[in-house]
């Protein structure tokens, strides 16, 4: 019997052990290494750099938008609220706001700092445009790179949840 009963014991011991470390590792992860919260409204903006276009060259446009997460799949829409280019200064409010679709994936990554790539499609005055995002998380701020098919811009953006 009482090497039945240290059997039981020690087995018993093994894997109520086993289920404290595995609650432990889960809360961890979820706590210290979950995925921001990128959920809800953003504002962010766009500054040319490089550009095939001279007049574009550091234009200024801000943007204001809803994102929702799926998953690591985003999505969401944007309206354009203001441009500062060669022309002058401009706010966009109501019906003269361009309005686009947002889609994207959040990279959640253990070893560096997660990242977010984002698409959006935009409605423009003239015609659709596409800009493309590769953005670092760092709490309630997105920053990184845009690249815009629109006279072949490349430029760095910047998002967070305060406006400009």
Request: net charge positive; aromatic share 14%.
């Amino acid at each position: 019997m009482d090497i039945l009963e240290s059997f039981l014991v020690g087995t018993a011991s093994t894997i109520v052990g086993g289920i404290v470390l595995a609650v432990f590792f889960f809360w961890v992860r979820e706590k210290c290494f979950g995925v921001a919260d990128v959920t809800g409204k953003w504002h962010f903006n766009m500054i040319t750099e490089k550009t095939a276009y001279n007049p574009y060259k550091g234009m200024e446009l801000r943007y204001i938008c809803v994102v929702w997460r799926e998953g690591n799949h985003l999505y969401g829409s944007v309206e354009k609220v203001y441009e500062k280019s060669s022309t002058g200064e401009r706010e966009y409010v109501g019906k003269n706001r361009s309005r686009g679709k947002l889609t994207g994936a959040y990279e959640k990554n253990y070893f560096s700092k997660d990242r977010v790539h984002i698409h959006i499609s935009e409605q423009g005055t003239g015609r659709e445009s596409t800009n493309y995002f590769t953005l670092t998380v760092k709490k309630q701020l997105l920053g990184g790179k845009f690249c815009s098919f629109v006279a072949d811009q490349e430029g760095t953006s910047s998002w967070q949840r305060e406006p400009f």
